[in-house]
């Protein structure tokens, strides 16, 4: 049997433990969240602006071919 001391020093370990994992993945979390939120507004703010038929063009008038 463990002492009332012992249970409580292995539960702030176990504690702990989890905090030490989730401040590892938590950093990892939020670059895959920025990365996910510069990628959605750059899909969904230049729509209006965007035209394939106008790029098209461009490259066109770039590139001799």
Do not use: D, H, Q
């Amino acid at each position: 049997m463990m002492t009332k001391e012992e249970v409580g020093e292995t539960k702030v370990l176990n504690s702990l433990r989890k905090s030490w994992r989730m401040a590892l993945i938590a950093p990892k979390l939020v670059w895959m969240m920025g990365i996910l939120w510069i990628y959605l507004l750059g899909r969904l703010l230049p729509l209006p602006f965007y035209s394939p038929r106008k790029e098209r063009a461009l490259f066109k008038e770039i590139l001799p071919f």
